[in-house]
């Protein structure tokens, strides 16, 4: 299987749409629960951020809850993709996520070159930080994104990190 992160990044637009998300921060908490899916937050290992399953036809989240609160959204929006695109491979196991590596450059851990991972962070960007908001956001504040501060106040705005913020401005996820 190739990824397809554009594929992916479609599905996250045909779920803000379903929802009717109107701006940010997404609820992405009550998107899941309005998907009849069971998210569960538990304290996991620090190098766990989420895992995602089927059991007995119902879809279930699990997202580390030692981690912080912005972080905790985009690990439940990225085990929300699992379930929207690959819900076949999380009924035959439970898929579980060991951080999200791909942020760090050098690591060629599997999270960077997993098809699967691929495609569950360009939808959980999409999902968190959509371009039209982004955009809007972009236009209104002025901000200056070449600046910690601007990139800081950007990732407030959509409750996600800065550095999920960094990585999609630079348009890696
Ligand atoms: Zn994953």
């Known amino acids: 299987m190739k990824a397809n992160p554009e594929?992916?990044?479609e599905a996250a637009r045909a779920v803000l749409q379903d929802f009717g998300v109107k701006g940010v921060p997404v609820p992405v908490?009550?998107?899941?629960?309005?998907?009849?899916?069971?998210?569960?937050?538990?304290p996991l290992e620090e190098d766990l951020s989420g895992m995602a399953y089927i059991?007995?036809?119902?879809?279930?989240?699990?997202?580390n809850a030692l981690h912080h609160p912005n972080r905790q959204r985009f690990s439940a929006a990225h085990?929300?993709?699992?379930?929207?695109?690959?819900?076949?491979?999380?009924?035959?196991?439970?898929?579980?996520?060991?951080?999200?590596?791909v942020l760090l450059r050098d690591d060629v851990s599997s999270q960077g070159i997993d098809p699967l991972e691929i495609e569950a962070n360009a939808f959980?960007?999409?999902l968190l930080m959509p371009q039209e908001f982004l955009m809007d956001a972009?236009?209104?504040?002025?901000l200056d994104i070449e600046d910690?501060?601007?990139?800081?106040?950007?990732?407030?705005k959509f409750r996600v990190s800065a550095s999920a913020m960094r990585y999609r401005l630079a348009g890696r996820f």
């Open 138 to 142: 972009l236009d209104a504040s002025g």
């Open 124 to 126: 959980a960007s999409e």
């Open 29 to 42: 908490e009550r998107i899941i629960k309005t998907r009849n899916i069971v998210l569960q937050y538990a």
């Open 148 to 156: 910690d501060s601007g990139i800081e106040a950007l990732a407030r």
């Open 79 to 101: 085990e929300l993709a699992h379930h929207v695109l690959h819900a076949p491979e999380i009924q035959k196991s439970v898929h579980i996520d060991k951080g999200f590596r």
């Open 7 to 9: 594929r992916a990044r």
């Open 55 to 63: 059991k007995d036809g119902v879809g279930i989240i699990g997202v």
